[in-house]
């Protein structure tokens, strides 16, 4: 199966999944959308109402203001892939509970090894606690660590950032640096140095030359 091909085989598992009780309680799974080659993976917590009505992540208000910060740092969803560490709503969003956790996991680190993104930017405690244990995110918001063969940068949740305005300039300030950040990891994982939209043509036609600029 190539990357595609497995996360969507993923998808259909998670749409029948039984494993934890937040299933019984499903409308629709949101196993997370996004191309299978993304450089940067989004994970925040688990589906919202919106989100099990339409099996989609981050629709909600919580999503409005995601993309606005996608924007902001010059990058939209069609570049990057979103998921969470659960795929089914928790119940009138209470946290999921640590088996709920253990039981989704497995379909989280498919995703992860499939995709194989350089930035992992975790949403919440939730997600960056799998990543980086025993911190505290008013700590380390915003700040890049290098987890085995990736980067992880820890940011607050848009939703916290809705409802307590003090947080906004943080989370604003934190995705503008994404850009800058991107190409750190890129050159600590030896990849190209490239913006966004020259990947984009670069995929598409092969780059003239270098010396042909000089004319
Ligand atoms: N909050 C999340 O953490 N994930 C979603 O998909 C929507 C809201």
Request: glycine share 8%; aromatic share 6%; with cysteine.
């Amino acid at each position: 199966m190539n990357a595609e091909e497995t996360l969507t085989q993923l998808a259909k598992d998670v749409a029948v999944c039984t494993n934890c009780v937040l299933h019984e309680s499903r409308k629709k799974a949101v196993a997370g959308e996004g191309p299978a080659d993304a450089e940067i993976m989004f994970i925040g917590e688990g589906p919202g109402f919106h989100e099990n009505e339409q099996g989609r992540p981050f629709v909600g208000a919580a999503g409005k203001f995601l993309d606005q910060l996608l924007a902001q740092a010059g990058v939209t969803r069609e570049d990057v892939f979103i998921a969470n560490v659960v795929k089914c709503r928790p119940p009138g969003n209470r946290d999921p509970q640590p088996e709920e956790l253990e039981m989704c996991d497995k379909y989280l680190e498919t995703q992860i090894r499939t995709i194989n993104p350089s930035i992992i930017v975790t949403l919440g405690r939730f997600s960056m606690g799998k990543f980086i244990p025993g911190v505290k995110i008013t700590s380390v918001h915003g700040t890049m660590h290098r987890v085995g063969e990736r980067f992880v940068i820890p940011m607050f949740h848009p939703a916290a950032a809705l409802h307590q305005a003090a947080l906004k300039p943080s989370i604003l300030a934190d995705f503008a640096n994404l850009p800058d950040q991107l190409n750190e990891a890129r050159k600590a994982l030896g990849k190209t140095v490239i913006s966004s939209k020259r990947k984009e043509t670069a995929s598409r036609e092969p780059e003239k030359p270098q010396q042909l600029n000089l004319f």
